[in-house]
């Protein structure tokens, strides 16, 4: 058996235009959502069998360089399309809504490419941005402060890396990727970015795990490998020791919306499958799976939790551009109480997705669990990333907030 459910309406291939450059923000502020959901529809239809064949997802990137959606939120005055925060966690939820791995891989590249003007809020991080934007680089991900095993050595004015880094994501088919790692010579972090073929990098093809199987997440082995001096990021607030203010903020509305967009692609593929071959239940007293009063409630439940969720992002999504837009001048505690909110919403949809995702089933009866249709990946792409944090420990943080009126910039995530 090998069925085919259709996309959601509206969303026919003939839209998707894979040769189509995106204009800055100026000429059209929504190209790009237009684009990320032609592109999600398309995804779509092929990714359960690409994920089961074991594709690596270079075509997708090539995509993602060639459409300019890589120098999406670099401001147009560096050469970027100059999107808005709020448009990009759009982009990564029409994307995700698709495919997953590939909104993954967008958002760490959106995570990363966003280090440099964090850190330099003096100079906005222009010749890096520029040079970005102009090569349409694609970032990679080597990048959490609790990892211990790889460690950097001051090599006159650079620096030297050696050690392995588990569970990074991107590098492999990045030009460029950050890397983040404890100094040997002092109490800091050596923050950098360096071109992803870089001499000494060794890329191992292990990732074996759950979900997020195109997400092109490897172990990188360090041996040796030279950072030079001006690929250290430039940082306007001294010795690092951690990611760069309101870096966490951001990050979590861009995993929420990851979250988000698994969620609605499991509603849109389990609503289609329903439409088009569901069967009503002996005894229903319907004559289609449509009409059945208990998908109709169950379907209304899922939904709402979807479109709350789609609210909640939206409106956060609104303050942490704001938070943004005000960087240079924005205070500690409320750079905290934006970091408290956004993982909120990631919190909040973690939830629903957990929820909603392995019960569409109930949607659509025993015969929507033939692997052909592959509606399991939806739920296992959601539960790899969120096992990366503790949903207690991040509640309890938000209680804090909630109950205490105590807010605490987080230190780190996954």
Same mark, same amino acid.
């Given at each position: 058996?090998?069925?085919?459910?259709?996309?959601?309406?509206?969303?026919?291939?003939?839209?998707?235009?894979?040769?189509?450059?995106?204009?800055?923000?100026?000429?059209?502020?929504?190209?790009?959502?237009?684009?990320?959901?032609?592109?999600?529809?398309?995804?779509?239809?092929?990714?359960?069998?690409?994920?089961?064949?074991?594709?690596? $997802?270079?075509?997708?990137?090539?995509?993602?360089?060639?459409?300019?959606?890589? =120098?999406?939120?670099?401001?147009?005055?560096?050469?970027?399309?100059?999107?808005?925060?709020?448009?990009?966690?759009?982009?990564?939820?029409?994307? /995700?809504?698709?495919?997953?791995?590939?909104?993954?891989?967008?958002?760490?590249?959106?995570?990363?490419?966003?280090?440099?003007?964090?850190?330099?809020?003096?100079?906005?991080?222009?010749?890096?941005?520029?040079?970005?934007?102009?090569?349409?680089?694609?970032?990679?991900?080597?990048?959490?402060?609790?990892?211990? %095993?790889?460690?950097?050595?001051? +090599?006159?004015?650079?620096? *030297?890396? =050696?050690?392995?880094?588990?569970?990074?994501? %991107?590098?492999?088919?990045?030009?460029?990727?950050?890397?983040?790692?404890? !100094?040997?010579?002092?109490?800091?972090?050596? @923050?950098?970015?360096i071109p992803a073929d870089r001499q000494g990098l060794r890329y191992e093809n292990d990732w074996d795990h759950l979900g997020l199987r195109r997400a092109?997440?490897?172990?990188?082995?360090?041996?040796?490998?030279?950072?030079?001096?001006?690929?250290?990021?430039?940082?306007?607030?001294?010795?690092?020791?951690?990611?760069?203010?309101?870096?966490?903020?951001?990050?979590?509305? @861009?995993?929420?919306?990851?979250?988000?967009?698994?969620?609605?692609?499991?509603?849109?593929?389990?609503?289609? @499958?329903? !439409?088009?071959?569901?069967?009503?239940?002996?005894?229903?007293?319907?004559?289609?799976?449509?009409?059945?009063?208990?998908?109709?409630?169950?379907?209304? /439940?899922?939904?709402? +939790?979807?479109?709350?969720?789609?609210?909640?992002?939206?409106?956060?999504?609104?303050?942490?551009?704001? %938070?943004?837009?005000? *960087?240079?001048?924005?205070?500690? $505690?409320?750079?905290?109480?934006?970091?408290?909110?956004?993982?909120?919403?990631?919190?909040?949809?973690?939830?629903? %997705?957990?929820?909603?995702?392995?019960?569409?089933?109930?949607?659509?009866?025993?015969?929507?669990?033939? =692997?052909?249709?592959?509606?399991?990946?939806?739920?296992? +792409?959601?539960?790899?990333?969120?096992?990366?944090? /503790?949903?207690?420990?991040?509640?309890?943080?938000?209680? +804090?907030?909630?109950?205490?009126?105590?807010?605490?910039?987080?230190? /780190?995530?996954?």
């Amino acid at each position: 058996m090998n069925q085919h459910v259709s996309p959601p309406a509206g969303a026919g291939t003939d839209a998707f235009d894979a040769a189509r450059v995106l204009p800055p923000a100026s000429v059209d502020a929504a190209a790009p959502v237009r684009f990320a959901r032609a592109f999600g529809a398309h995804l779509a239809r092929q990714a359960t069998s690409r994920e089961r064949a074991g594709v690596r $997802p270079t075509e997708e990137v090539a995509i993602l360089k060639s459409s300019g959606l890589v =120098n999406l939120l670099i401001p147009e005055r560096f050469g970027g399309l100059g999107a808005t925060i709020p448009t990009a966690l759009q982009v990564l939820v029409e994307l /995700s809504r698709g495919d997953a791995s590939i909104g993954a891989l967008l958002c760490y590249h959106y995570t990363n490419s966003g280090v440099g003007r964090l850190f330099d809020i003096d100079g906005d991080a222009e010749a890096l941005e520029r040079r970005s934007a102009a090569e349409r680089w694609f970032w990679g991900n080597v990048s959490q402060p609790g990892a211990r %095993g790889l460690k950097a050595r001051p +090599d006159g004015d650079g620096f *030297r890396l =050696n050690g392995v880094k588990h569970w990074s994501t %991107g590098p492999s088919l990045a030009d460029v990727t950050t890397v983040l790692s404890h !100094r040997d010579d002092v109490a800091e972090l050596l @923050y950098a970015y360096i071109p992803a073929d870089r001499q000494g990098l060794r890329y191992e093809n292990d990732w074996d795990h759950l979900g997020l199987r195109r997400a092109e997440t490897v172990t990188i082995g360090f041996d040796n490998v030279e950072v030079r001096p001006e690929e250290v990021f430039k940082s306007s607030y001294g010795p690092v020791t951690s990611f760069p203010p309101l870096y966490v903020a951001i990050g979590e509305l @861009y995993f929420a919306s990851v979250y988000l967009g698994s969620t609605l692609g499991a509603l849109d593929a389990a609503s289609a @499958y329903a !439409r088009e071959h569901g069967r009503p239940a002996p005894g229903s007293g319907v004559e289609r799976a449509t009409g059945d009063p208990y998908v109709l409630h169950q379907f209304g /439940s899922f939904w709402t +939790d979807a479109e709350a969720g789609t609210a909640f992002l939206r409106q956060v999504a609104g303050e942490v551009q704001d %938070g943004f837009d005000r *960087r240079r001048t924005i205070t500690a $505690p409320e750079r905290a109480a934006l970091g408290v909110r956004a993982s909120a919403v990631r919190a909040f949809l973690t939830k629903v %997705g957990l929820d909603v995702t392995p019960r569409v089933y109930e949607l659509t009866g025993a015969r929507a669990s033939h =692997n052909d249709l592959g509606f399991d990946r939806f739920w296992r +792409d959601i539960r790899i990333h969120t096992l990366h944090d /503790s949903q207690h420990y991040k509640l309890r943080a938000i209680g +804090d907030f909630a109950l205490n009126g105590e807010a605490h910039e987080p230190p /780190s995530f996954a």
